[in-house]
Each structure stands twice: as C-alpha cells, then as structure tokens.
C-alpha cells in the first residue's frame, strides 16, 4: 500500500541517486574545466556598510506597510499565511529596489551579476545540476551534524535543537490559494534576494579584501547564522558554500538562484507529501 511515507522516500532515494551521478559528473567537470573568474565588487566600506543598513531600514519600514495595508484592505486575512507572506514581499521590495539602484551606480565600474551572460534556461538547467549534486553532501552532512548534536546532548551539553515552526505552520495550510502563496515567498522570492545579498552583494565585497576561500567562508557563515536554527547550522553552511561555488563555476547569479530555489522547492514538496518525516526547513 502506498503511504505519504513510502512515496517521499521513494522520491528521497531517486533524486540521491540521480544527485550521486550528477556529483560525479561535476568533480569530472572540475578537474577539466576552470571557474569563471568573477570580479569583486570594490565599493567603499562605508558605501557597503550604507547599502546594508538601507537595507535593513527598508525592510522593516516594507514589512510595517505591508502589514498596515493587509490590516486595512482584510482585518480577517491577517493571519498566517497572508500577513506573514504581505510583510515577507513587503520587505523585499525595498530591498530589491535598493539593489537596483546600487546596480546602476556601480555599472561604470563593470559590476555585473550575470557576466558570462547565461540565459534564464541555460542559468535553470545548471542551477538544477547543481543542486543535485549538492543533494548527497547536503543530506550526509545534516544527518552527520544531527548526530552530534544529538550525541552532545546526551554528555549533558544542554543544546537544544527545537524543530522551525514553519515546518509545523505548512501542514496547517488549507487550499491551494495558501500553498501558492508559500511558494511564491519561500521557493522563488526568497532565493531571488538571499542570492543576490549573500552571493552577489557580500561574496563579492568581500572577494575584494580578503582571499576568495575566505571571503567564501565569512559570506556563508552569515548566511547560515542569519537563519537561526542550530539543527541546520553546518548544512545550511555547506549549501551556502556551494551556492557561492556554483557562482564561480559558471559566473551568473541565475545558477545559484535557481539552484537555491530547487533546493527550497523540494523541502516544500516532502513537507506537502509527509512533514513528520521532514527534519528541514526552507533556506
């Protein structure tokens, strides 16, 4: 009898498998072929560290609109998920404005997200690649991370790894209308402006002051510590290394876009299918 359980993890060990063969393909790949040489973005500190906190402003201010309006417009849709994913667009429209126009100052001075020129095709087709080779390091690495904190507690370290309510949030989802909305905000917007702040703002930056492994390290140590779950810490962490390896390999920013935005999909897809099984959440 086919179960919710049986079907994810049938669909679990399927796209392992086809992830190991991808991840041979890509160590294949790199032994023959250089990165991209992407450029730093060498803007002044106090310009970077400006752009930073505008954007934070800008999201706060954002996410209080959005709140106001849908209170105003819809006192009944107030609620999860409508005012979570209005203040979630909120914010990010402030920032994605912001980013546009940091963009265009520094055009002259050949920053560029995409250099190498990637078609939106072209940028989806690696990005999924990418993604499932990263599937084998991402799952063996999360099980391995679980495992030891699991083993700390029982020294009596006191750590406590509490699941993310979202996980718990999206089985209370009732309709499609409410599904898509998620989808809308976790599985396409959310990658959009993650990848375009850490990868294509802070990566960059950083590229230009320190080593590139640094500068890899520093931005994905952020990008894991901005999501505040200590369960998925370390994998969090490796996928945000990967993500920024994706963009070096190939020089456009649609390939980890596209690559987070696979990522995020599926976990939503195995919490749709059976969430007692998921023990991740959305990046």
Not at 40 to 50: C, H, I, T, V
Not at 90 to 96: D, S, T
Not at 114 to 136: E, H, V, Y
Not at 233 to 261: D, K, N, Q, W
């Amino acid at each position: 009898m086919l179960t919710p359980e049986l079907i994810a993890s049938t669909y679990t060990l399927l796209l392992l498998l086809a992830g190991c063969v991808c991840l041979v393909q890509d160590i294949q790949q790199q032994r023959r072929y250089k990165d991209f040489a992407l450029e730093p973005w060498k803007a002044r500190l106090f310009d970077f560290a400006a752009f930073f906190v505008g954007m934070f402003a800008l999201q706060m201010v954002g996410q209080s609109v959005a709140q106001l309006i849908i209170e105003a417009v819809s006192p009944d849709a107030a609620h999860w998920p409508y005012r979570t994913v209005a203040q979630f667009m909120g914010a990010q429209l402030g920032v994605l404005v912001l980013y546009a126009f940091v963009l265009r100052t520094y055009a002259a001075q050949g920053l560029s997200l995409n250099p190498a020129k990637l078609s939106p095709l072209a940028g989806l087709k690696a990005g999924a690649f990418f993604f499932l080779a990263a599937l084998p390091l991402m799952t063996f690495t999360s099980l391995g991370w679980q495992s030891l904190l699991g083993w700390l507690r029982k020294q009596g370290w006191g750590i406590e790894t509490p699941h993310q309510p979202l996980v718990e949030q999206l089985t209370a989802l009732k309709g499609w209308e409410e599904w898509a909305l998620v989808v809308l905000m976790a599985g396409i917007v959310a990658p959009v402006v993650e990848e375009l702040v850490f990868r294509g703002a802070l990566y960059r930056f950083l590229k230009g002051r320190l080593h590139p492994l640094l500068a890899l390290t520093g931005s994905s140590f952020f990008f894991a510590l901005m999501h505040l779950n200590l369960l998925q810490f370390v994998p969090l962490f490796l996928l945000a290394m990967l993500l920024g390896r994706a963009y070096e390999r190939t020089g456009s920013i649609l390939v980890p876009i596209c690559f987070h935005a696979c990522f995020n999909l599926n976990t939503l897809l195995l919490i749709s299918i059976a969430p007692q099984i998921v023990q991740t959440s959305p990046a």
